[in-house]
Nanobody, 124 residues
Framework: HVQLVESGGGSVQAGGSLRLSCAFSGYTYSGNCMAWFRQAPGKEREGVAAIGGDGSTGYRDALKGRFTVFKDNANNILYLEMIDLKPEDTAMYYC???????????????????WGQGTQVTVS
């Protein structure tokens, strides 16, 4: 049974930083894609950052330079480091994992099979 549990969200002022964590269990595909998505009120869910099975990383264009995704395979945790946060970053952030083996990073939502419940980030 795969479980993804996000944490680290909160309320911060513009310009601040947060580090989100996604602890995963029951998921043994350490060489598969994992990603972060977000959904703001009234908007569709969008890709934020992903790490591929080959170790490659990729980001939504507008977020490059401010967000960093990395993974601790030894402890089964996916991270999202966010700096210089802006009010438009306010959203529920979700962790996702794919059962697709290997491959480069992707932010195609349909390729992700497992999702967490989300952690709220509010920037004012």
């Amino acid at each position: 049974h795969v479980q993804l549990v996000e944490s680290g969200g909160g309320s911060v002022q513009a310009g601040g930083s947060l580090r989100l964590s996604c602890a995963f269990s029951g998921y043994t595909y350490s060489g598969n894609c994992m990603a972060w998505f977000r959904q703001a009120p009234g908007k569709e869910r969008e890709g934020v950052a992903a790490i591929g099975g080959d170790g490659s990383t990729g980001y939504r264009d507008a977020l490059k330079g401010r967000f960093t995704v990395f993974k601790d395979n030894a402890n089964n945790i996916l991270y999202l480091e966010m700096i210089d946060l802006k009010p438009e970053d306010t959203a529920m952030y979700y962790c996702a994992a794919s059962s697709r083996e290997g491959g480069s990073w992707t932010l195609v939502q349909g390729l992700y099979d497992y999702w967490g419940q989300g952690t709220q980030v509010t920037v004012s």
